[in-house]
Every structure is written in C-alpha cells, then in structure tokens.
C-alpha cells in the first residue's frame, strides 16, 4: 500500500518551536516522493482535534506533529474511523514515538515508511472522555511533570527528571482510593500510572510489559517508599528493570478509578487534566496507527 496524501497537524509551539521546522522538511520529502501534503497548524488541543477530524473526513492519513499531548488530541479526531494516524515527534517527551518502529533519523527514509509502512489497530485509554495514547499518571510523576511545565528547564526529556527530583525534596505520600476491574483497594504510595505505552516521562520505561494491541493497560503503583529508596526507583526506570523492586507493582487492566486523599495533579501524555477521581478505562483497537 502507497500512501498518496497526507493532512499534518502541527504544534506550533511544540519542541520550542522546532515543530513547525521538523514539518518542512517532512513535507518536502514527501512531496519529493510524489504524496500530496497539506500543513495546518493547531492554535490548541481541542482544534487539533477538530483539524484531525476535518482530515479523516477528506480520507487523508493524518499526521500528529509535536509532543505526546497533539498525539492524543489529534487521535480524538480520527478515532473509530479507518483512517491511519502517522507520529512525527517534535515534542519534549515524544513517548509515544519510542514504541513506533520508523526510522526517524532520516527524512528521506522517514518520508518512505510514511509512504509504505503497515499500520494496525492499536488500544487507546479514555481518560473520561479525554483520548491517552501514552499514559494517565496522579502523584509524584505528574507533580513532576506539572513542574516541568512551569519552570525554566531545558526543552529535553531530562527536564521531567530534573523537575521529579525537585519535586521530590517536599513530597509526602498520597493515600489512593481505587477501584480496579470493579474491586476497590487503599494504596499508600507516591504514584499511580494506568500506561497504554510502556514509556513516559521523557523515555522512562515506566509500563515495560505494557504493549499497544493487546487490549489491556498497564496499572503500575510505586508504594510508600521514603526519599531515599525512591531515587534508584528513578535510576531503574530509565532501563524498566524497577518493576522487581520492593514496594513497585504492575498488573494489566481494564479500567480503574482513582481517587485521591488531598488535591493530586492528575496528568496524560504531558497535559493537565482535572481534578480527580478519574476514571480510566482501555478502547481496544481504536486506532490504526503506522509502524506500530
């Protein structure tokens, strides 16, 4: 299967601007190769959705340029259609591009598998009605990520680790209220994430058995651990080997609830969502995404 026309979907502010440079390139080319392409740009999340949507509707694959959150916003557009989502990562984080196998250090060769490379039916989360592609995290991480927003910190994937290791100097536990598969259970802990994608947090393989297509997410819980134990949790992460360590669980799931006992950022694929409880469950085989 060619691919003949394309519909991108850019974050202007993405990578510190450097989105809008990365399209450019993408779209020469790919027009090189014979495709047609159009450039719009997303003035925010809602209206790279609705730029999403208006480009499944003209039968155009779409394209998702930027960090993690226009992924998930530009997935809301074409979710239960036919229409094939590409990822060209030009974000921080750029998570979702890790589990992606296209060869991103080469335009031409990029602009190919465009072209040419299968796609199949991957799983999505919904948290409420908001589309995750990566994963839903509240405590610890998404203080983290939430301070990585705010604070003057280079637009890299280290800035996540820099700002949990600031965030971490005043952090206390959270007691977590949750209810998983239809069961409730209490966890004192520092974190919650519920992963589609087995990385978050600027590469951290935080979910490593977690996988796009099998119907399932990924709930992993960091328990009661003290500042002390929780820095090589950090360091483990980095190569997913923290799951075997004391006080670390991961399971697959369906859906679960999570409530919190004191105001918790809750955040998804690097954006704010609101307060809790939040309800997340698993949309199998929502999305056809290429190279997956």
């Known amino acids: ?4 026309a394309f519909t991108a979907v850019v974050n202007p502010a993405a990578g510190s601007g450097s989105a809008a440079a990365t399209m450019i390139g993408l779209a020469r080319a790919l027009r090189e190769t014979g495709a047609r392409v159009q450039v719009t740009y997303s003035r925010g ?8 949507a208006a480009a499944a509707a003209s039968g155009d694959t779409v394209l998702a340029v930027g960090g993690d959150g226009i992924v998930g916003a530009v997935a809301a557009g074409v979710l239960g259609t036919e229409v094939e989502l590409g ?20 335009v031409a060769a990029f602009a190919a598998a465009l072209r040419e490379s299968p796609s199949r039916p991957v799983d999505v989360a919904m948290a409420g009605e908001r589309v995750v592609i990566g994963s839903v995290c509240a405590g610890l991480d998404a203080a983290a990520n939430d301070a990585a927003n705010r604070w003057r910190l280079p637009r890299k994937p280290i800035a996540y680790q820099i700002a949990a290791v600031g965030v971490l100097a005043r952090w206390q536990p959270i007691t977590y209220d949750l209810t998983v598969d239809g069961v409730r259970e209490q966890l004192r802990g520092n974190t919650v994430v519920v992963a589609n994608c087995a ?9 490593p058995a977690a996988v796009l297509d099998d119907g399932l997410l990924d709930l992993v819980t960091i328990g009661d ?34 409530a919190t006992d004191r105001p918790t950022p809750f955040y998804a694929d690097g954006e704010r969502l ?18 997956a």
Do not use: C
């Open 1 to 4: 299967m060619i691919r003949e």
């Open 45 to 52: 999340l809602e209206h790279a959705t609705e730029l999403a």
């Open 87 to 106: 990822v060209v990562p030009a974000g921080r984080g750029n998570d979702l591009a890790r589990a992606v196998r296209l060869p991103r250090d080469d």
């Open 199 to 207: 990385f978050y947090g600027g590469a951290l393989k935080v979910a």
């Open 274 to 291: 609101p307060a809790g409880p939040l309800t997340v469950r698993v949309r199998p085989a929502a999305l056809r995404l290429i190279g």
């Open 225 to 258: 651990l003290n500042r002390r134990r929780l820095v090589p949790v950090l360091t483990a992460m980095r190569r997913g080997e923290h799951v075997t360590m004391p006080g670390i669980a991961s399971r697959p799931i369906r859906e679960v609830t999570i």
